[in-house]
């Protein structure tokens, strides 16, 4: 045994000597009371929560309880409810049920539209084809916000690809048989609702797919199986298995869907027709009218929906598929 193994080793001492100076004695205060640190970690983004988000939001809160004097055209900084009663004009009660049927229709479609998407992923995209498949979804949400709506302008023009491809299918009287329509028709889909509407979906739809998806992952296989082992028709199976399981996942997807075309005033203001959406009416009001207070009195009409619908969707489970 040699002489190395046989002499006690001196071990080190259980407790350091504090460092000194400043930096030493931040790093003692640090390590005794670690509440400090968290505290001075969450500090800058809690104050520019609370400042710059939730104060802005407070002091449009408080614009929309002035009032615009009709003959100066200055704002009167007096509380009043005079604003919210002008929002129940018929004009404004136009715009907010026009956005808010927008919205709706838009979410209702975007579910549809990919839930068949989100269920061949689940289910069968394994490997190099999963992986294609998220690159497909996101490459999109990649590309300029701006360039996806002017290049669907050209392709929903009268003279764009949509309607060169349908007069080469000898479709041209559909489409012109839906834009006679009211309401939903135009000189062509790139001034119209109908336009607005397929524009919006485009946008939005991987806001669906991704939740939707990573809802029906959570499904288990075997509940399919046995559903039909049962005897249960595909239809029965997506009815009282598939969509009860993935409704959550819906209505998390329909939660940025929905609020993000109630908000949104570049669409219309590109795709579509001279009735006026919420985003819109924000923009013109604060604008070109100088109606501040009516602009941030339409500004709490979609707080005010989105908070009720995550509320609802809160009670559906639909936060544990986000």
Known sequence: MSLDATMPRATAPAILPGSGGLRGALSDLFWRKPKVLLLLMLLPPLLWLGIVYIGSLFALLAQSFFSIDEYSGLINRQFTLKTYGDLFQAA???IILR?????????LASAIVAFPIAYYAARYARGRWKALFYLGIMLPLWSSYLVKIYAWKLILAKEGILTWLLGKLHLQWLLDAWLSLPVVGGNSLSVSFT?????????WLPFMILPVQAALERVPGNLVEASSDLGASPGQTFRNVLFPLALPGIVAGSIFTFSLTLGDYIIPQI?????????????????????IPLAAAFTVVPIIIMGFY???????????AL
């Open 92 to 94: 404004n009660l136009d």
């Open 271 to 291: 795709i579509g027709t001279s009735r006026l959406f919420i985003g819109q009416a924000v923009y013109a009001q604060q604008g070109t009218a100088g109606n």
């Open 195 to 203: 336009g607005t509407f397929i524009v919006f979906v485009y946008v």
């Open 99 to 107: 956005t808010v049927t927008m919205a709706a229709l838009v979410t």
């Open 310 to 320: 995550l509320w609802g969707a809160k009670r559906m489970g639909a936060f544990d």
